[in-house]
């Protein structure tokens, strides 16, 4: 599936280690630069066309793409980069349209309706870890997904929620029916909230957006949580909840992001 990696933030909030010298997708975790270990779970998922919407630094993210697909031969035949350079800052939502006009290969593998009508757009601070593959590949997701017969349309959004108790940190998302909604259907979202410390469903920056919805759009400098979400929402967009409750979740955007994705990693060596 096309995938988006939106990596053009400048990382003020982890500038203590990146020194603004080397862009948040570099920070290394473990002794590897954490977009290593983010590009071989996406290719877990299935995802191998990858578009890198860079801005700050964005040369040495290509850079470095271009050297690893140069030292290993798999990814140099599995893995598909393309770079989508954003000349001004355009926020997530700007830089996800922006890489959306990108996002077309002519190999289009056969059966391949939901690779069309569907992109992935991933914050490239944040990383699922699976609990099991099978369960969270995108493809999976889009044309077997439950939902689809519980309420008898294809969503327009699909995102990722994870259920925690949230510090104020992470974006807060309503779900319709709550926890008294069945269990074995995912929810259907109706709001968002931002940096709400309370217990609830998280935003974890991980999303499956129909590519005519992002290409409907102007191209301009907005945020996807902020501004498109809530502009979809009220014009009637159907947004699925994706539950990750079994899957491991990180984000290297704080300090402390960082620290526990690195204890996490030195645990599972």
Not at 105 to 131: C, F, M, Q, R, W
Not at 150 to 172: A, K, L
Request: hydrophobic share 35%; charged share 25%.
């Amino acid at each position: 599936m096309d995938t988006i990696i939106l990596c053009g933030g400048k990382g003020t909030r982890v500038a203590e280690i990146t020194q603004n010298e080397i862009p948040k997708i570099l920070i290394p975790i473990n002794g590897s630069p954490f977009i290593r270990y983010l590009v071989h779970v996406l290719m877990l998922r299935g995802c191998n066309h990858l578009y890198f919407s860079t801005g700050f630094l964005g040369k040495q993210i290509e850079d470095h793409i271009t050297t690893l697909l140069k030292e290993d031969p798999f990814w140099q035949h599995f893995l598909f980069p393309r770079f989508v350079l954003e000349d001004e800052p355009l926020g997530t939502g700007g830089a996800a349209i922006w890489a959306a006009q990108y996002a077309y290969y002519e190999d289009e593998p056969p059966n391949s309706k939901y690779h069309e009508d569907y992109v992935a757009v991933i914050n490239g601070d944040t990383l699922l870890l699976p609990g099991g593959v099978d369960r969270i590949q995108f493809d999976n997701e889009v044309s077997t997904n439950s939902t689809q017969d519980y309420f008898h349309c294809n969503p327009d959004v699909m995102m990722y929620t994870g259920c925690t108790n949230n510090d104020g940190s992470m974006g807060m998302v309503d779900v319709y029916g709550g926890s008294d909604r069945d269990y074995y259907f995912p929810g259907r979202i109706t709001g968002f909230r931002e940096k709400v410390a309370e217990r609830g469903e998280v935003n974890l920056g991980w999303y499956i957006i129909r590519k005519d919805l992002l290409l409907s759009e102007e191209v301009r400098s907005c945020s996807l949580e902020y501004d498109l979400f809530p502009k979809w929402i009220k014009e009637g967009k159907i947004f699925e909840q994706i539950e990750a409750d079994f899957v491991d979740w990180f984000e290297i955007g704080s300090l402390d992001g960082i620290d526990r994705l690195t204890y996490y990693l030195r645990y599972m060596e």
